[in-house]
């Protein structure tokens, strides 16, 4: 008896069996494109829900509807994207400072006429 072992011999095949592999073979392939497939529609379908809210909501302010509450708090805190740009200074991140004083200006310009136009601040509401 050697150390070496002789490659063990495969079955012989079936009739049929290279068909079924290659049928198998294909299915595993596809199969995560079905998967991607389902996710994608159903994600296509909460960007046509979300779109068609957002168009609503736009339609309605341009005609003289005023705002939500929580919507205007919301856009209160996220105009010029300033926060964000913040936070990045605030954990290191390199940031352009430049582009934070722009952001800043229009967080402060979006307040400033959200008041004029009657809306709470939103540091009031959390008191």
């Known amino acids: 008896m050697s150390g070496t072992r002789s490659p063990k011999k495969p079955e012989p095949l079936q009739p049929g069996d290279e068909q ?3 049928e198998e073979i294909e299915g595993y392939y596809t199969h995560t494109v079905d998967v991607a497939r389902v996710e994608l529609e159903a994600a ?8 068609a809210k957002a168009q609503e909501a736009i339609e309605a ?5 005023r705002l939500p509450e929580v919507d ?5 805190l996220h105009a010029g ?9 605030i954990n290191g991140r390199s940031t ?4 934070y004083d722009a952001a800043k200006a229009r967080n402060e310009a ?7 136009q009657g809306y709470e601040p939103i540091h009031d509401r959390r008191r």
């Open 96 to 99: 352009d400072h430049a582009a």
């Open 20 to 22: 079924i592999a290659r």
């Open 81 to 89: 994207g300033h926060t964000e740009i913040g936070m990045d200074i």
């Open 44 to 51: 296509q379908q909460r960007f046509d829900r979300v779109q």
């Open 110 to 116: 979006t307040r400033r006429w959200l008041r004029s």
């Open 61 to 65: 302010f341009n005609a003289g509807e």
């Open 72 to 76: 205007a708090w919301s856009i209160e």
